[in-house]
């Protein structure tokens, strides 16, 4: 095998001396001269290029052509073990890339499916997830203060969330006691003359905690809509209450900007 490459470097060195060869065939010749000088009988040559080589030599120059054996590919033939390996490295290359295809996708799924299921609007707070929607009436529950009411046969009393009221219990200064007041008294008018319906929903507590008083005071959470508007936007465009949005566990500082 060694001695069929030095031939062969031989009657490439005698092309490439000839005057005869096109530029590409001169380019062509060198590349190949330079790989079998640097890996010897352990240099690969594609049919392509063995024939591309009996052409230039037998055509090109005044030499005779390439022996059979090496149009038979005497340059480190390829073996099935050879053909295997690349076969094998083949299949590995495309598995990696299917796999990380499919990946790709579920990847894309999950954080679509994620973001289906966060609120549309936030005018309410995060917990989006419906508990139980039902109309109820005005006689069905109390007004606490703007921003809580207690229905009938409930233990404890039902935040609605998405907004903030002044205070009542526990004012900061005389304004926001007045304005509390008066947001207590504008839900009672509004529910007294509106078809209502009442949405709970998960409350914006760790884990767990729901429906202790380490969540929202062991109340439970919902919306509260007044012919179809919430009561809590209702309030905001009067200047009685302001926008109060948590996360789906927690909750930032409540605004009180009343008294500043």
């Not at 900061?172 to 304005?179: A, G, H, K, P, Q």
Request: glycine share 8%; with cysteine.
């Amino acid at each position: 095998m060694y001695g069929e490459t030095e031939r062969l470097i031989a009657r490439l060195d005698a092309a490439l001396a000839s005057a005869r060869l096109s530029a590409w065939q001169r380019n062509f010749l060198t590349d190949i001269r330079s790989r079998l000088t640097r890996y010897g009988s352990r240099t690969r040559l594609s049919e392509k290029q063995l024939r591309k080589i009996d052409e230039i030599i037998g055509t090109g120059v005044a030499v005779s052509p390439l022996p059979h054996a090496s149009r038979q590919r005497p340059i480190h033939t390829l073996r099935p073990k050879s053909w295997l390996k690349r076969e094998g490295r083949w299949w590995v290359r495309r598995f990696v890339r299917d796999f990380a295809f499919a990946a790709a996708l579920i990847t894309g799924f999950l954080v679509y499916s994620g973001f289906e299921k966060l609120p549309r609007s936030f005018n309410f707070t995060a917990p989006a997830e419906r508990i139980q929607a039902r109309t109820i009436d005005q006689h069905d529950f109390t007004v606490t203060d703007g921003d809580t009411i207690r229905v009938l046969g409930e233990a404890s009393g039902t935040r609605l969330v998405g907004f903030n009221t002044p205070e009542t219990y526990t004012p900061r200064c005389d304004r926001e006691r007045e304005l509390g007041n008066r947001a207590t008294a504008r839900l009672k008018e509004i529910v007294s003359t509106s078809s209502l319906q009442l949405t709970k929903v998960a409350c914006s507590c760790p884990p767990g905690t729901e429906g202790t008083d380490a969540c929202n005071h062991g109340r439970s959470c919902g919306t509260l809509t007044a012919d179809g508007r919430d009561v809590g936007q209702i309030l905001i465009s009067e200047g009685l209450a302001v926008p109060f949005v948590c996360g789906m566990t927690s909750c930032p500082p409540t605004p009180r900007p009343w008294c500043d």
